[in-house]
């Protein structure tokens, strides 16, 4: 007998494939199906499958139109409508392909109605994992997951033979839209250049946590949820062709992998197959392909995100996600709206997540996941609105969000210092402004230049393009400023090449055994993979990588860093002490830390400020 279905989020874009699917698959019956608001395609699938008895609309505006035409259909409508069509229409199975936090209610309610759940939602594991698996371990209920990386996990772990233990997951990212953007002007991307994914194609909103590498760091989060393993022991590298979509590591260092065309279909057939869809078997055609395939570390300047997001969830599990996924839905909706720039979205995600992760606690019932994730959105929309207010006025969003805290540092100062220091300062000031001294003082700043390096000259040519004005998903669509994208610009004019970067070879790892030095490559094979696996050098990429993120994670616990991001460059490496104090300084708390005589603004730049400028 066919089992019963109902479709959550119908109308997206895997609710669209999973349609597709469905109409072909004879174990299946259609009984409901969801959306927001799009009442019109919901009446068409309606129509285009009769089995169909249910349909629920958040929006309950829209639940008059669909009673009227068609009223053999049962219509849900509300905040819950979700909830109920799991109740009314009693399935076997509920797909989940809602967009959003909205998905996490409804996944629970199907898992403590010990229903089937195809999950595509991620937010349902990022944020309730650990609701969602104490309501697996209480009833009988059952998830598949729906996204290439965990089918393939999943794939791989039900082909681990016999005796051979697994050391580490793997999954993989394409880099998103702005993998060979120039880094420097990541904060200022146009729309257009970031909802211009190379290999996906996905919503918006996905793919600009693509681009930020935020979904990354999600699938990570899920992939321990749903196998039970420690975040440590999942790792996330880059294929740009995004073919080989994840995998494990054995005990015995081979390795097996998933190796399939980016299609969305693959992970729901997987899905609707219920776990029983095998791994595609290479040929020898895909053996010769997957040896051409590139694989490339994160790079830690370009998706500062993805790092920061898996530092703090590490240190807090239970609540970090709920409050970093909240800010970033209410970010990325206000970037696609053209209120802030991608730079922007990422000051607010990062300080935003980080203060209130500091500030509350850990939620121990289901209410209080509700109240942290309301908690997060306010003071988002809160942030949002100051950086919205000065970017319109033509400000800078850090000068505006900085100076409550500067003038408290002020009126600290003057609470704090004896009449006499403050006497002394108020005589350096003047001395300062005192047209007769300014060469004076012109010949002090460069003994004290020679002397210690600082003050180094601020780069001035940026500036335009920090003024550059966020495009709108609005605009993007109309495609109005396709003249004044400077995505193509800088493009045509870039002479910036990612193969040719230094900072890349040197860390080796999976980069040199790769395609890019292909005698390195070769000798490497010929030492033999007989498992067809791609690389000798994956080991020591992952070792690396791992030390890495470690040492950092150390580093900026000592030192209170969260924002900080370290550069590396000719073996130096360029800590953010900048950053420390304007990060500080944020938090209210005034460091007395020397910040060299250039003091860098943090925020206005966007990604610019993670680099020290020279
Ligand atoms: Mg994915």
């Given at each position: 007998m066919a089992r019963k279905i109902v479709l959550l989020g119908a109308t997206g874009s895997i609710g669209t494939q999973a349609l597709s699917l469905l109409k072909e698959d004879k174990n299946y019956e259609l009984v409901g199906i969801s959306a927001n608001q799009n009442s019109a395609k919901l009446i068409e699938i309606a129509k285009e499958f009769p089995s169909i008895k249910f349909i629920a609309i958040a929006?309950?505006?829209?639940?008059e139109e669909i009673k009227t035409t068609l009223p053999e259909v049962k219509v849900l409508s509300g905040e819950s409508a979700n909830i109920s069509i799991i109740d009314e229409a009693d399935p076997d199975v509920v797909l989940n392909s809602i967009l959003?936090?909205?998905g996490f209610l409804p996944s629970l309610h199907a898992l403590k109605k010990n229903k089937i759940l195809l999950l595509a939602n991620k937010e349902t594991l990022v944020v309730g994992g650990k609701f969602i698996n104490e309501a697996l371990k209480n009833g009988t209920g059952k998830i598949y997951p729906i996204d290439s990386e965990h089918v393939a996990l999943a794939k791989c772990l039900a082909d681990v033979p016999d005796g051979k233990t697994v050391k580490e997951l793997f999954i993989t990212a394409s880099?998103?839209?702005?993998?060979?953007?120039?880094e420097k002007q990541i904060g200022v991307a146009p729309i257009k250049a970031v909802l211009n994914h190379p290999t996906w194609h996905m919503g918006a909103k996905i793919t600009v946590d693509s681009a930020t590498m935020v979904n990354k760091a999600y699938e990570v989060i899920e992939a321990s949820m749903l196998f039970n393993?420690?975040?440590?022991?999942i790792k996330a590298v880059i294929q740009r062709e995004s073919l080989i979509h994840g995998g494990v590591v054995l005990n015995d260092d081979t390795k097996l992998f998933e190796y399939s065309p980016n299609t969305m279909l693959i992970p729901i057939k997987y899905a609707l197959s219920l776990g029983t869809e095998k791994r595609h078997q290479l040929t020898a055609e895909d053996e010769e392909a997957v040896k051409k395939l590139k694989f490339e570390d994160i790079d830690k300047n370009r998706y500062p995100m993805f790092f920061f997001i898996i530092e703090l969830v590490g240190k807090y599990p239970d609540r970090a996600p709920i409050i970093i996924n909240a800010v970033d839905e209410i970010v990325v909706n206000a970037y696609l709206n053209g209120l802030i720039r991608l730079g922007d979205l990422e000051t607010i995600l990062r300080k935003v997540s980080s203060r209130l992760t500091h500030e509350t606690s850990n939620p121990s019932e289901l209410k209080d996941v509700l109240n942290l994730d309301e908690k997060a959105r306010d003071e988002a929309t809160k942030m949002i609105k100051i950086f919205a207010n000065a970017l319109k006025n033509g400000n800078n969003p850090s000068d505006v969000v900085a100076k409550p805290i500067r003038d408290a540092n002020k009126k600290h100062e003057d609470n704090v210092l004896s009449e006499e220091e403050k006497a002394k300062k108020k005589k350096a000031s003047r001395w300062k402004n005192d047209p007769s001294k300014k060469a004076l003082l012109k010949e002090h700043q460069k003994e004290k230049k020679a002397k210690t390096g600082y003050p180094k000259k601020e780069k001035k040519e940026e500036r335009s393009s920090f003024h550059k004005k966020p495009q709108s998903f609005g605009e993007y669509m109309d495609h109005k400023d396709e003249k004044k994208d400077s995505y193509h610009k800088n493009d045509r004019h870039s002479s910036f090449h990612r193969d040719e970067r230094k900072p890349y070879s040197a860390k080796g790892g999976f980069h040199r055994g790769f395609g890019h030095h292909d005698k390195d490559d070769d000798k490497k094979r010929k030492e033999g993979h007989?498992?067809?696996?791609?690389?000798?050098s994956y080991g020591n990429h992952h070792s690396s990588f791992h030390k890495d993120g470690e040492r950092k994670e150390e580093r900026r616990d000592d030192q209170h860093r969260s924002f900080g991001h370290h550069s590396f460059s000719k073996g130096r490496s360029f800590s953010s002490r900048n950053h420390s104090s304007s990060h500080s300084s944020y938090r209210g708390e005034r460091r007395e830390e020397r910040t060299g005589d250039k003091k860098k603004r943090t925020f206005h730049r966007g990604r610019n400020n993670y680099h020290r400028g020279e």
């Amino acid at each position: 007998m066919a089992r019963k279905i109902v479709l959550l989020g119908a109308t997206g874009s895997i609710g669209t494939q999973a349609l597709s699917l469905l109409k072909e698959d004879k174990n299946y019956e259609l009984v409901g199906i969801s959306a927001n608001q799009n009442s019109a395609k919901l009446i068409e699938i309606a129509k285009e499958f009769p089995s169909i008895k249910f349909i629920a609309i958040a929006t309950p505006s829209k639940a008059e139109e669909i009673k009227t035409t068609l009223p053999e259909v049962k219509v849900l409508s509300g905040e819950s409508a979700n909830i109920s069509i799991i109740d009314e229409a009693d399935p076997d199975v509920v797909l989940n392909s809602i967009l959003g936090f909205a998905g996490f209610l409804p996944s629970l309610h199907a898992l403590k109605k010990n229903k089937i759940l195809l999950l595509a939602n991620k937010e349902t594991l990022v944020v309730g994992g650990k609701f969602i698996n104490e309501a697996l371990k209480n009833g009988t209920g059952k998830i598949y997951p729906i996204d290439s990386e965990h089918v393939a996990l999943a794939k791989c772990l039900a082909d681990v033979p016999d005796g051979k233990t697994v050391k580490e997951l793997f999954i993989t990212a394409s880099g998103g839209a702005l993998r060979d953007y120039p880094e420097k002007q990541i904060g200022v991307a146009p729309i257009k250049a970031v909802l211009n994914h190379p290999t996906w194609h996905m919503g918006a909103k996905i793919t600009v946590d693509s681009a930020t590498m935020v979904n990354k760091a999600y699938e990570v989060i899920e992939a321990s949820m749903l196998f039970n393993r420690p975040l440590k022991d999942i790792k996330a590298v880059i294929q740009r062709e995004s073919l080989i979509h994840g995998g494990v590591v054995l005990n015995d260092d081979t390795k097996l992998f998933e190796y399939s065309p980016n299609t969305m279909l693959i992970p729901i057939k997987y899905a609707l197959s219920l776990g029983t869809e095998k791994r595609h078997q290479l040929t020898a055609e895909d053996e010769e392909a997957v040896k051409k395939l590139k694989f490339e570390d994160i790079d830690k300047n370009r998706y500062p995100m993805f790092f920061f997001i898996i530092e703090l969830v590490g240190k807090y599990p239970d609540r970090a996600p709920i409050i970093i996924n909240a800010v970033d839905e209410i970010v990325v909706n206000a970037y696609l709206n053209g209120l802030i720039r991608l730079g922007d979205l990422e000051t607010i995600l990062r300080k935003v997540s980080s203060r209130l992760t500091h500030e509350t606690s850990n939620p121990s019932e289901l209410k209080d996941v509700l109240n942290l994730d309301e908690k997060a959105r306010d003071e988002a929309t809160k942030m949002i609105k100051i950086f919205a207010n000065a970017l319109k006025n033509g400000n800078n969003p850090s000068d505006v969000v900085a100076k409550p805290i500067r003038d408290a540092n002020k009126k600290h100062e003057d609470n704090v210092l004896s009449e006499e220091e403050k006497a002394k300062k108020k005589k350096a000031s003047r001395w300062k402004n005192d047209p007769s001294k300014k060469a004076l003082l012109k010949e002090h700043q460069k003994e004290k230049k020679a002397k210690t390096g600082y003050p180094k000259k601020e780069k001035k040519e940026e500036r335009s393009s920090f003024h550059k004005k966020p495009q709108s998903f609005g605009e993007y669509m109309d495609h109005k400023d396709e003249k004044k994208d400077s995505y193509h610009k800088n493009d045509r004019h870039s002479s910036f090449h990612r193969d040719e970067r230094k900072p890349y070879s040197a860390k080796g790892g999976f980069h040199r055994g790769f395609g890019h030095h292909d005698k390195d490559d070769d000798k490497k094979r010929k030492e033999g993979h007989g498992d067809g696996s791609f690389h000798k050098s994956y080991g020591n990429h992952h070792s690396s990588f791992h030390k890495d993120g470690e040492r950092k994670e150390e580093r900026r616990d000592d030192q209170h860093r969260s924002f900080g991001h370290h550069s590396f460059s000719k073996g130096r490496s360029f800590s953010s002490r900048n950053h420390s104090s304007s990060h500080s300084s944020y938090r209210g708390e005034r460091r007395e830390e020397r910040t060299g005589d250039k003091k860098k603004r943090t925020f206005h730049r966007g990604r610019n400020n993670y680099h020290r400028g020279e």
